[in-house]
């Protein structure tokens, strides 16, 4: 991970040695967020139901582990990101979480649909723009991963518009009939 990561997330306790211990810890984050207690809030003030710049970098953190750099994340990885993200009714992470989630799933879909992707350290780093890998993947990732993505999103609190975006253009890009579902894919009005 190249941004630093805060003295209160420096700790071995939820280092990932899977993808599914990643998810796993991803979920002890999540917890965190609902309550505001727990390992990932101890020796904080942490607001129950907000997503701050620590939980942001655990979140990181986990993802970007030494044991799953080099594998794509998963769809427990991205499952769990999304519940993350619905979890957090306010955010005081100055978006990080939303540009996270955005490139793991857009890393997970091009995963799941055959195709090569970066590692998880180039992908999901902060200084990276999605749009420097994402977008050449747009007419090959499958409409599985599409739909997927869309019923994750589908009837939820919280709106990632990063990540609306991404799905517009993929969807654009590969021409599906979905794409002219797209309003009542997110529930929204166009």
């Known amino acids: 991970m190249s941004a630093a990561v805060p003295k209160s997330v420096q700790s ?22 609902i309550t505001g207690e727990g390992p990932t ?4 003030v942490h607001f129950s139901r ?6 942001a970098a655990w979140c990181a953190r986990i993802l970007t582990a030494t044991a799953v750099n080099d594998q794509p994340v998963s769809r427990a990885e991205a499952e769990a990101l999304f519940e993350i ?3 957090a009714t306010e955010r005081a992470d ?5 540009d996270l989630l955005t490139k793991a799933v857009a890393h997970y879909a091009a995963s799941a649909s055959g195709l090569k992707v970066p590692p998880r350290n180039v992908a999901l780093a902060q200084d990276t723009d999605i749009e420097s890998w994402a977008p050449s993947y747009a007419s090959k990732v499958n409409s599985e991963m599409l739909e997927w ?9 919280q709106n990632n518009r990063r990540l609306m975006a991404m799905v517009a253009t993929f969807l654009g890009a590969t021409a599906l009939p ?13």
């Open 85 to 87: 993200n619905e979890a």
């Open 178 to 190: 979905l794409a002219g579902q797209l309003p009542n894919v997110f529930d929204i009005g166009m």
């Open 149 to 157: 993505i869309a019923g994750q999103m589908r009837g939820k609190r």
């Open 41 to 44: 809030t101890k020796g904080r």
């Open 50 to 55: 907000t997503i701050d710049a620590d939980d």
């Open 94 to 98: 100055g978006g990080r979480f939303d």
């Open 12 to 33: 071995p306790s939820l280092e990932p040695s899977c993808r599914d211990t990643a998810a796993h810890a991803l979920s002890i984050v999540r917890d965190g967020v």
